[in-house]
């Protein structure tokens, strides 16, 4: 069993955010993320770092961190911009043995008392009126297709704080994609990202290209568009022909053939869409 003791405010030094960065931790506290350090380094930088909640579990003589990695870990490397005038709160704990740790670890964080990746994105994006027009789920899916390829990771260690914060430098993307991703085989993240990339590369032949798409306007059966229309449908599972649903392609697959029917389009060819997982990513033409 384990109890709450108090919450004790210690005014934030460099010595306290030392210990706290060094303190033996949980076992099974997660491993640091580069993306959470760096979006936290960002904060610090730019003056927006408060005071941390930080978190100490006793068990006997030994004391054990259990929530505060990250920002402690930063505040030690501040070089020069450590924050004046702030606390740290650290809640106290006490259990009976370390069988306690995972119970009391589970506080922290959890799913049913955190805004969701909706409410983030949505929050940051109502600070531009010129979104307000735009769905919710088209913001937060066009800034999962611009982290994606942005990273071009799967498993991408980017927070949902740091995807919600995308919509700040992508607004005319957002309003640009919106009507495309209105449509189901357009609105899945690969097919998201390569839109921002090929919208980076030339709005104009972008937005003919994947009107095309979802269309399927083009007289030309063989067509790239028509091809990656064909392509997404089947991917979306909503073709009634069971025999020709695709396999279960990964992002990064689906994001590739996207890209291949795209330069096949920009060069006024066709394209097999053959994908290997071993290949480099395909440059934008």
């Known amino acids: 069993m384990f109890k709450y003791l108090r919450t004790e405010a210690k005014p934030l030094s460099p010595q306290l955010a030392n210990e706290f960065a060094t303190m033996t931790h949980f076992d099974g506290e997660r491993p640091l993320k580069t993306a959470r350090l760096e979006y936290l380094r960002k904060e610090l930088e730019e003056g927006r770092f408060y005071s941390p909640r930080w978190a100490i579990a006793r068990i006997g003589v030994k004391t054990f961190r259990m929530n505060g990695q990250h920002s402690s870990s930063v505040l030690t490397t501040s070089n020069g911009v450590f924050p004046a005038g702030l606390h740290a709160f650290i809640d106290v704990f006490e259990g009976d043995s370390e069988a306690d740790l995972p119970d009391i670890f589970a506080l922290f964080d959890r799913p049913e008392s955190n805004r969701t990746g909706t409410d983030r994105v949505i929050a940051n994006a109502r600070v ?158």
Request: glycine share 4%; proline share 3%.
């Open 128 to 285: 531009h009126p010129e979104l307000n027009d735009v769905s919710s789920h088209n913001v937060r899916d066009a800034c999962a297709g611009i982290a994606f390829a942005l990273t071009q990771d799967e498993k991408s260690d980017l927070s949902v704080e740091d995807r919600a914060k995308l919509v700040h430098d992508h607004i005319d993307f957002v309003l640009w994609v919106s009507p495309f991703i209105s449509c189901s085989r357009l609105r899945r993240t690969p097919a998201v990202a390569a839109l921002f990339k090929t919208f980076e590369k030339d709005q104009g032949a972008a937005h003919q290209f994947w009107d095309l798409v979802q269309q399927e306007s083009h007289t030309d059966q063989n067509n790239p568009t028509r091809w990656l229309a064909r392509l997404l449908l089947q991917i979306s599972g909503r073709t009634k022909k069971v025999e020709s649903r695709s396999k279960n392609w990964s992002t990064r697959a689906i994001y590739v053939k996207c890209l291949l029917a795209w330069n096949a389009w920009r060069r006024g060819t066709v394209t097999d869409g053959k994908y290997h997982a071993s290949s480099a990513i395909p440059k934008v033409l």
